[in-house]
């Protein structure tokens, strides 16, 4: 059978060309999420947050957490990839 170690669920593509990236990773009994912050120039990506799939009760959860945090989480990518790079 097949072995998956990481299972991409969505791409969310937002203002500026930045994308989060939400992959699930199974682990022991539950998985992970994991989401990922890049800009589309660019070859990086970095971690924004991991969340155990169990504690998310909806995944619109996920999504309003993203939206809420968006910005923080483009404003970290600058600073770590883009500001190093120029």
Do not use: C
Not at 43 to 70: C, G, Q, R, V, W
């Amino acid at each position: 059978m097949l072995d998956v170690k990481q299972r991409t669920i969505q791409l969310i593509e937002v203002e500026d060309g930045y994308v989060f990236e939400i992959h699930e990773i199974p682990i022991e009994g539950d998985s992970v999420v994991e989401v990922w912050v890049y800009q589309k120039e660019y070859t990086t990506k970095i971690h924004a947050f991991s969340i155990l799939k169990s504690t998310i009760s909806n995944p619109t959860n996920l999504y309003k957490h993203i939206e809420d945090n968006m910005q923080e989480y483009i404003g970290t990518y600058k600073e770590e990839v883009i500001e190093e790079v120029e």
